[in-house]
């Protein structure tokens, strides 16, 4: 490809880095750039165009970040196979799969921190921004590295050949004990350690429990929802069904009709609404699991740890008194992301199936990270980590709500209530508008759009994650923001 | 039940424990004995039958050991339901699933260290062995512990928060190129790191492999095999063929027939039967890897490290021209089980088919567990370490085949040039009477039968493992199964 013809207005409220971006992504859409077509330099672009190259590198940028294009070393840049990254596998095409749109499966790669190209390392270039209100990440500098690192040298230097040799499937007990003690008093979760499996990761977790829950089931999920987890339910062809929200969180009417037989939630702190599920509605959703055998709800309990106001509400297994609800804990949020262990807690019946049927899957946590983890939890060193984190949390939240009173009056703020993000919705602008906007200004703000299974409207909210962020980031980020959307 | 009659035969050749054991296993088999019932007590058994109470436990213990029994806290032993065991799920029960013959299934749970009841700990009690040639063990008294804390300590001491964070899908990079450069020294494995996949354990890369390569496989495994994979492909619900073995491994001819699309190896010391695959044979199953589109082999190269005659072979994928080998490499062996890290390096196609259907899926190996290895391979410790395991192994392996110099009238000794167990084949006596008479003595070794998938032969073939035991427990189980053998 030579060159490209885009029309560029200078007088249009849409800036000329956005009105390349968008001329190219439709083009690919419209399937008039193919893929595997070499996008011209963005010297040459730039040149043509009679615009600074800086402009060209911004929607280039854009684009790579959205995985429309990727870069390739040294022979540049070149339209992405859409068709190839949304094909299933041929068995898993024969059913009845729902597929992402575009936006929502091209975004997420970039804004989960899910590489485009994982084995490419030179092949993905992304734009650099200088606030970034990332939802994913986290406060690392509040991190006990010294106790860690003390527990750390503790455990190896008692080590004797045991803690080397291989451990129980389901995980060490001891640190199960620990972990049920700690569900029990922190989140009112009821259960026994043998109900407890320990694996590296929420996504393993979850590939385990497909060999339990076995094959062909329909998940409803919330809408929007973690499209991680929901890429995981699509890589084992099980048909999803995406749930609308209200005020309380997933609406549970439909459930009987959609045929579900399990549910994920994330009852303490929706992400990414941030809606909180009340009583009602939790009991609402237990009982439509006990109407039928074969029900289960998964809890996803990522960051029930932070809340900013009102008392702690428990999990919702703590009111599941018919063994339907399957509690997934990780702590990446609470800990370090880099920390690869999760949890899950199984109802009776599942554990059976879990003993019968998966026993021989060896445990992913070696035991060495298992003590570790014990000693840091049974010890004490969680529970003050967590009350830090709090107060680090409380404050930037605090921070932020404040910056962000001159936004009240064109913006809805919401999902305040707790977790490490919250939403803004605009009265009048659109997400992408939002999003372009503030990235013009170096600032990257994530639509909500990308979370949801339709685009029946067009999304006007957008999420800030304020985890990792420091205070003068916050200031300056919003500071930005309020240039960028004229506040 | 109040008591059981056995008909004991105090002049037979079958020892007294045995007779009960093979009494109540046949009882269980026919349904004479149901799941759930409750056996007579040790104590009273042995009041009734007029023998030692020790007899009685050494029967029960085996049973216990091979799953046709639990004991349950306080309250004694009862019958396990067999075919809750053996019940697949409803969808695959539909599907053409071969069974593992009863022995097989029951067996391993003790055998390859699996607990039956992995969630009730008080449930399992095992019979306590004085000597174990246990094939699965290694010798952890040679790990370098002082090496790996001081990297642990220097990892930690250098940490910021990065290493904390979320790393690549596939795995951090550095370790990649390490493994990469260690792969091809070592083993000729020809590769770049952005082929390698970094996670917890074999069987997690296994069900990776799952998504990677789809559903409705057909898996040939040599026969006999190792189980736990055969167990993992069977919770994939993929067919296996199980084909049979010369003294040049699998035999390659009946894969066409059998409709294969996936064949499991190990070419560098086959487990259990100790063969090495000479080149002809490897040419033949790349041959036929390479006649149609689909056809894969898994080389799970599980302990190539460990030769005692002969140069190294190089890994069965080095001669792969047409990216056909997927290579499964791990360091439960080398280093520790407790590592739990593995590896697999992917063709081209299937690297293609990861980073479009799998690439959402976490690293389940931490940062910090990758930085510590990879710090110890580069640095040259683990070539080190292989060096002086090496030598280890090598001397237990001479004193072992020394002591059974006397064995070689009734016995043929097979598999002995590589890895950490070797094969006695007997004249005349079973695998069953071998074992039952050894465990009479405190020994416990491990029959063949358990790894075949049929049981068309009386197998005379028991396996002795060497790798955990000492000097002194190696001679000491050698005397005693003189002793038990008469030899």
Redesign the interface.
């Given at each position: 490809m030579y060159n490209m013809t885009i029309r560029l207005q200078a007088d249009s409220d849409v800036c000329l880095y956005e009105q390349i971006y968008l001329h190219i992504k439709r083009e690919i859409k419209e399937g008039k750039l193919l893929a595997g077509e070499r996008l011209p330099s963005t010297r040459s672009l730039a040149e043509f165009l009679q615009i600074a190259r800086s402009t060209v590198d911004t929607a280039y940028g854009q684009l790579l970040d959205e995985g429309y294009i990727e870069a390739r070393p040294c022979r540049g840049y070149f339209v992405c196979s859409i068709e190839?990254?949304m094909?299933?596998?041929?068995?898993e095409e024969s059913q009845t799969l729902q597929r992402e749109p575009l936006s929502s499966i091209s975004r997420?790669?970039a804004e989960?921190?899910?590489?485009?190209?994982?084995?490419?390392?030179e092949g993905a270039k992304r734009k650099k921004f200088d606030v970034d209100f990332s939802p994913y990440d986290i406060e690392?500098?509040g991190?006990p590295?010294d106790t860690?690192?003390r527990i750390?040298?503790k455990i190896?230097?008692e080590?004797n050949?045991d803690?080397?040799?291989?451990?129980?499937?389901?995980g060490d007990?001891e640190l199960r004990q620990t972990l049920c003690r700690y569900l029990h008093s922190s989140r009112g979760v009821k259960c026994r350690p043998?109900?407890i499996i320990v694996g590296?990761?929420n996504?393993?977790l979850l590939?385990l429990l497909e060999?339990i829950l076995?094959?062909?089931k329909i998940v409803a999920m919330e809408n929007p929802t973690y499209l991680?987890s929901q890429?995981?339910f699509r890589?084992f062809?099980y048909q999803i069904k995406s749930v609308d929200m209200d005020e309380g969180g997933m609406k549970v009417d439909s459930l009987e009709e959609d045929g579900a037989d399990v549910v994920y939630v994330m009852p303490s702190h929706q992400f990414p609404s941030g809606t909180i599920m009340p009583i009602g509605r939790r009991n609402e959703l237990l009982k439509w699991a006990g109407k039928a055998a074969g029900r289960y709800i998964i809890e996803d309990d990522y960051d029930s740890e932070f809340r900013y106001h009102g008392r702690p509400i428990p999990a919702l297994q703590s009111s599941d008194e018919s063994g339907r609800v399957i509690y997934l804990g990780s702590f990446?949020k609470a800990i370090?992301?880099?920390?690869?262990v999760s949890f899950m807690v199984l109802p009776d019946v599942l554990?059976e199936?879990?003993?019968?049927?998966?026993?021989?899957?060896?445990?992913?946590?070696?035991?060495?990270?298992q003590s570790i983890l014990n000693e840091f939890i049974r010890d004490g060193y969680f529970e003050r980590h967590l009350n830090k984190m709090r107060k680090i949390y409380r404050a930037k939240h605090a921070q932020l709500l404040a910056c962000l009173e001159p936004f009240r009056g064109r913006f809805a703020i919401t999902g305040e209530n707790a977790g490490l993000h919250l939403l803004l919705t605009a009265d009048s602008a659109t997400e992408d508008w939002l999003v372009g906007a503030a990235s013009d200004c170096g600032v990257k703000v994530y639509g909500l759009s990308q979370y949801r299974s339709d685009q029946s409207d067009v999304s006007k909210t957008v999420l800030l994650g304020f985890g990792a962020l420091s205070g003068e980031q916050i200031a300056e980020g919003i500071r930005r923001l309020r240039v960028a959307w004229n506040i």
């Amino acid at each position: 490809m030579y060159n490209m013809t885009i029309r560029l207005q200078a007088d249009s409220d849409v800036c000329l880095y956005e009105q390349i971006y968008l001329h190219i992504k439709r083009e690919i859409k419209e399937g008039k750039l193919l893929a595997g077509e070499r996008l011209p330099s963005t010297r040459s672009l730039a040149e043509f165009l009679q615009i600074a190259r800086s402009t060209v590198d911004t929607a280039y940028g854009q684009l790579l970040d959205e995985g429309y294009i990727e870069a390739r070393p040294c022979r540049g840049y070149f339209v992405c196979s859409i068709e190839d990254m949304m094909e299933v596998s041929d068995e898993e095409e024969s059913q009845t799969l729902q597929r992402e749109p575009l936006s929502s499966i091209s975004r997420t790669e970039a804004e989960e921190g899910i590489s485009m190209l994982p084995g490419n390392r030179e092949g993905a270039k992304r734009k650099k921004f200088d606030v970034d209100f990332s939802p994913y990440d986290i406060e690392m500098q509040g991190f006990p590295f010294d106790t860690w690192k003390r527990i750390t040298k503790k455990i190896l230097s008692e080590a004797n050949s045991d803690l080397f040799a291989r451990g129980e499937p389901q995980g060490d007990y001891e640190l199960r004990q620990t972990l049920c003690r700690y569900l029990h008093s922190s989140r009112g979760v009821k259960c026994r350690p043998e109900q407890i499996i320990v694996g590296a990761g929420n996504d393993y977790l979850l590939m385990l429990l497909e060999k339990i829950l076995g094959r062909h089931k329909i998940v409803a999920m919330e809408n929007p929802t973690y499209l991680r987890s929901q890429k995981i339910f699509r890589s084992f062809a099980y048909q999803i069904k995406s749930v609308d929200m209200d005020e309380g969180g997933m609406k549970v009417d439909s459930l009987e009709e959609d045929g579900a037989d399990v549910v994920y939630v994330m009852p303490s702190h929706q992400f990414p609404s941030g809606t909180i599920m009340p009583i009602g509605r939790r009991n609402e959703l237990l009982k439509w699991a006990g109407k039928a055998a074969g029900r289960y709800i998964i809890e996803d309990d990522y960051d029930s740890e932070f809340r900013y106001h009102g008392r702690p509400i428990p999990a919702l297994q703590s009111s599941d008194e018919s063994g339907r609800v399957i509690y997934l804990g990780s702590f990446s949020k609470a800990i370090a992301p880099a920390i690869r262990v999760s949890f899950m807690v199984l109802p009776d019946v599942l554990l059976e199936r879990y003993q019968r049927d998966c026993f021989f899957y060896s445990c992913t946590v070696s035991r060495i990270d298992q003590s570790i983890l014990n000693e840091f939890i049974r010890d004490g060193y969680f529970e003050r980590h967590l009350n830090k984190m709090r107060k680090i949390y409380r404050a930037k939240h605090a921070q932020l709500l404040a910056c962000l009173e001159p936004f009240r009056g064109r913006f809805a703020i919401t999902g305040e209530n707790a977790g490490l993000h919250l939403l803004l919705t605009a009265d009048s602008a659109t997400e992408d508008w939002l999003v372009g906007a503030a990235s013009d200004c170096g600032v990257k703000v994530y639509g909500l759009s990308q979370y949801r299974s339709d685009q029946s409207d067009v999304s006007k909210t957008v999420l800030l994650g304020f985890g990792a962020l420091s205070g003068e980031q916050i200031a300056e980020g919003i500071r930005r923001l309020r240039v960028a959307w004229n506040i």
